[in-house]
Nanobody, 121 residues
């Protein structure tokens, strides 16, 4: 089991940018890593994922073209670069890992504690 710690959240104006980081206690190269979010009153959703094998990436339609996921296995870190942020991006953002690959929300067994992102003027 790997311990995950997210950072980089905060308050940003619409149109602004943030970069989230997810640092793992162990080797991340054995896992697909996803960024998921939960907004108030809404279910958790997968925002983006980067696979463990070929580094392929997936994005939710709502963030395509604005968010970018990347990983640095040497640093056991995965990043989520978020640009052109909108108020509807406001949520708690979690990173999560899966040994089986990118999947749906319930297919990530290991989660971090989350970091709050608030987009507001």
């Amino acid at each position: 089991q790997v311990h995950l710690v997210e950072s980089g959240g905060g308050l940003v104006q619409p149109g602004g940018s943030l970069r989230l980081s997810c640092v793992a206690s162990g080797n991340l190269d054995r896992y697909a890593v996803g960024w998921l979010r939960q907004a108030p009153g809404k279910e958790r959703e997968v925002v983006s994922c980067i696979d463990k094998t070929d580094g392929s990436t997936t994005y939710a339609d709502s963030v395509k073209g604005r968010f970018s996921i990347s990983r640095d296995n040497a640093k056991n870190t995965v990043y989520l670069q978020m640009n052109s942020l909108k108020p509807e991006d406001t949520a708690i953002y979690y990173c999560a890992t899966s040994a089986l690959g990118c999947g749906r929300v319930y297919e990530y067994p290991f989660w971090g504690q989350g970091t709050q992102v608030t987009v507001s003027s």
